[in-house]
């Protein structure tokens, strides 16, 4: 079992900026990948990064080179620098870390959910 508890959301302007925790604790020694999604009212959750255990990225388009993933192996943490933050950007993040059992069962473990506001 793994527990995700973020942190870090809250209300900003357009063209500001958020930092987004994500404190991961129980079995992290079986996580594979660890990231972020989104959920914004009337859509479905989307993925925004994910990091792996060896640091490879992946990002939506709609934030590459603006939203920034890293991670902490030492604190089993995960952060999500957003940059130059859009209305459309407005959403509930959720933390995702992802384990595979030796006979490559996937599992997904999620946080609470932190929400972003983006407006003026």
């Known amino acids: 079992q793994v527990q995700l508890v973020e942190s870090g959301g809250g209300l900003v302007q357009p063209g500001g900026s958020l930092r987004l925790s994500c404190a991961a604790s129980?079995?992290?020694?079986?996580?594979?990948?660890m990231g972020w999604y989104r959920q914004a009212p009337g859509k479905q959750r989307e993925l925004v990064a994910t990091?792996?255990?060896?640091?490879?990225?992946n990002y939506a388009d709609s934030v590459k080179g603006r939203f920034t993933i890293s991670r902490d192996n030492a604190k089993n943490g995960v952060y999500l620098q957003m940059n130059s933050l859009k209305p459309e950007d407005t959403a509930v993040y959720y933390c995702?870390?992802?384990?595979?059992?030796?006979?490559?069962?996937?599992?997904?473990?999620w946080g609470q959910g932190t929400q972003v506001t983006v407006s003026s």
């Open positions: 995702n870390a992802v384990t595979l059992s030796p006979f490559g069962t996937r599992r997904d473990y």
């Open positions: 129980g079995s992290i020694f079986s996580i594979n990948v």
């Open positions: 990091i792996t255990n060896g640091g490879s990225t």
